[in-house]
């Protein structure tokens, strides 16, 4: 659907969020700017027009990006928008199935904005994306949901916008009806942010615990969360464990 409207996203995007995405994505970027290097490489999945990665590089000019998106369209639209750094590369990808195209613990940090409600697997992209990130890299989720009552009068609006305005303004903008009212069902069928977390918390891969979920983000009267999560790779740590052992018994010789 997204090659469709790639060539409007970012205006459309624009005019639904009345330009308050652009906070959104970068209280994102600054929750990773905190967490790791300056030299970074990190991974931006359903990078789409490359409005991430192009935060990340404004907020850290010496890390590598890697963007992944399935649409070639919308990323032609990112590559144009990249073209004047070479610290933002953009491929080609399906976030179920990417990750050997880098092998494991490769990436110091990783996000993902508005794309895991769009995926069909989604804890097999979740754990793609931890497969290639290295031990206690952060990984920030920026998505929507539908406000629930505890948000107050507010959140009722924000939810009548999600549930109305948003499909009707979209296929008015875009001209494509079908798509904007595909992305008003996804986000009412996607997991409340509680239930999100609680995925997240309880996600295993290859048989272990994958990340440890640290907190939930709500943004305009609920409407918006960022999940803030930390990789945990059990061979690492219990290397780690080995390599210090090994030193203090070197240490008592």
């Excluded at 027009?49 to 010496?62: E, F, G, N, S």
């Excluded at 070639?72 to 491929?91: F, P, S, Y």
């Amino acid at each position: 659907m997204f090659d469709l409207i790639a060539t409007r996203y970012d205006f459309i995007n624009r005019v639904l969020a009345v330009g308050m995405d652009v906070h959104w994505r970068q209280v994102m970027v600054e929750i990773i700017d905190a967490s790791v290097p300056r030299d970074a490489r990190l991974l931006d999945m359903a990078t789409g027009t490359a409005d991430v990665a192009l935060l990340l590089h404004k907020q850290m000019p010496q890390a590598h990006i890697v963007g992944l998106d399935p649409s070639n369209n919308m990323l032609d639209v990112g590559r144009t928008k990249t073209a004047h750094t070479d610290h933002i590369e953009l491929q080609q990808a399906d976030a179920q199935q990417f990750a050997y195209q880098f092998g494991p613990n490769h990436f110091d940090g990783a996000t993902m904005a508005f794309g895991i409600r769009n995926v069909p697997n989604r804890n097999k992209a979740l754990c793609e994306i931890h497969q290639v990130l290295k031990d206690q890299a952060r990984f920030c989720i920026l998505e929507f949901s539908e406000p629930d009552d505890s948000f107050g009068v507010m959140g009722r609006v924000a939810r009548w916008f999600i549930r109305h305005a948003v499909p009707t303004v979209g296929a008015i903008l875009s001209g494509a009806p079908r798509e904007y009212w595909h992305l008003q069902n996804s986000i009412q069928q996607f997991p409340s942010p509680k239930e999100f977390g609680h995925i997240l918390e309880s996600l295993e891969c290859a048989g272990e615990k994958a990340f440890r979920f640290d907190e939930i983000r709500h943004l305009n009267f609920g409407s918006v969360q960022i999940y803030s999560l930390v990789a945990l790779k059990q061979s690492a740590a219990d290397s780690k464990k080995e390599h210090a052992a090994l030193e203090d018994a070197t240490e008592s010789q």
